[in-house]
Structures are given as C-alpha cells and as structure tokens.
C-alpha cells in the first residue's frame, strides 16, 4: 500500500517512526529512569512523592493536578485522571519560543501535539528513583536546541520548576521565550467549587504583581456566597520566577497569541476575572553549546504576613535561586 507525502501548508508533515526505549542515567548526579520518545506511547499517569504535604499528579502529556494536604488545597484543578490528560497545553507548564536563525525567526512551542508534526523532535522523560521529581525534555534537531522542565517541591517555598534551554549547535542563537505556568487556581476554592462552579469561580479571580520583585498574587476578590454578609478573602497563591534578566513578568493568558505573532509584549500588573497564570518573558543570546536556566515556584495558602515576608526576602536576596531546594 502506498503511503501518501501530506503537507501542513508548505511543510511536509513529519512522520518518522521513533522507538521507544528505557534505561537509568544520571542527572546532576542523581539517579534517574529515562523514557525515550515517550511521546509516541499513549498518554500515562505519574505520581510525585513528597517528604511532606505535597501531591502532584501528572500526565506524560504534561498537564497535571498539584497541591497540598487534599483536593481542597489546591495549586492546579483537581480532576479525574481523563480529563487532566485532556487538559494538555491548557493546565501546567507552557512554554513558548521565537528563534532567530538563518535571517528567520522560527515559532516553537516544546512539547506542543501539533508541532511535532512539523519539527524533527526527540522526546524524553525522566523520573528520580526517589520518585520525587520528574523532568520533561524535548530536542529540537532542525533548530538545534533543547528545553527541558523539572518539577520537584520545597517545604519552605512550595512548588518549583526548573526550566532549562540549551543551544546544542556550534553557532550562537538568539531566542525570546515566554515560559511559566497557567490556570492557576487562588487560595479559597475548594474541590466542590471548583467543579460545579468552575465559570463562576473565575469571575472572583484576581491576580497582582508585584513590579519590584516580580512576585506574582493570585487570590479571590471576595469568598463567593449566597448571603449578603461581607466575605474577605484572606490567603493568596503566590508565584515568583529568578535566573533570567531584564523580563518582563505576565500574570494571564491574555498576550500568548500576540507573542506567537511576533508583538512584544508587556508586564501586566492587575488582572481581573480570568484564569491565573505566571510567565516571565525574555530575550537570551546563547552561544554555542550554552545553556540558560531559571526557576518559577510557587506555594498556596499565603496570609498578607507570608506575602510580606515573601516580598521582602525577593527584594533582599540575589542569590535566592541557589537557597531553592
């Protein structure tokens, strides 16, 4: 049977048959189970233990479930296992590349199901033999770079990603990225809430930023009730990203399809009714074989006191990334 050549536009779509293996390595010294190509597998579930409260539930596609205690004390919606492997691309990690090469700028979004089609990519996934945390990888063979993500949890600071890109050819290349985390939900939903009420959940939705540290505020304008009795809202998710220079920090979903287009963006500060997200935008020039990497945490339950204090520690300590652990 012959098998015809299909085109996306004027690309050929990339359909290579890629094996899928696995084997131990060692990554900064730890111990870890690699999954080659895990992409051509069908989506499965993954679970990261903590020494503490926190549960994380995550599918290989990416998208997950997160928090602390229980369902009600959440940093990520907590559903059934379908509908987080549905929820690809909109819960979780997101990252968004433009990269300058050849006199061209590329659109590359890791680990996006439709630009597989497109790119040569090599996929990997590692979990710690501890099965504290797990990294997603993404090789990109016809821009010669790779991105790779690390979850893992701090008692101190909460939930943390590790972002990494790395320029795997021999030329410099320059690359404005847009990466973070969305749908975040604000202290205050519950499991319940979230389920039944889910659009009118986001209408109590607020989120701020805090321009000098670029601590991200993520909380309820009021507790939704029936009665007329004054609610306050008292505890806030908060969400703070180091390690890249000069960024530009965006608190929505609102200027991801601008950024894909090619507009600059800008920070945002005050959002309103919309589903919380956290990215910090920024333009690096990696020479060859160079790898840029950057953090972005974030913890539940903060009071104004834990913001305070948590403000205060951004704005007084450079070096905060190495005390992430």
Known sequence: MNKKTIFLGKNEINTKQLSVSGQFVEIDGEKYYQIKNYHKMPDFFISIVSDSDHWMFISSAGSLSAGRKDRDNA?????????????????????????????????????????????????????????????????????????????SNSEQFGFVKQSGINNITNEPVKVELLDGIRNILPSGIDYIFQNEYSNLSDAYKKAELSEETGLGIFMLSSIPVDRAEPSESLYATTVWSSGLVNSKILISDHQLAKFRQGFAVTTETDIRASRGAYYVNAEITLKKQQVAEWITVAEINKNTTDVANLNLLLKNTPNILSQVH
């Open 75 to 151: 940093l990520f919606p907590y559903y059934t296992v379908d509908k987080i492997h549905d929820h690809c691309g909109i819960t979780g990690s997101k990252t968004i590349c433009l990269v300058e090469s050849d006199g061209r700028t590329s659109l590359w979004e890791p680990f996006s199901k439709q630009l597989a089609k497109i790119y040569r990519i090599e996929r990997n996934l590692y979990k710690s033999v501890y099965g504290n945390q797990i990294v997603f990888e993404e090789i990109n063979h016809d821009l010669g770079l790779s991105f790779s993500y690390r979850w």
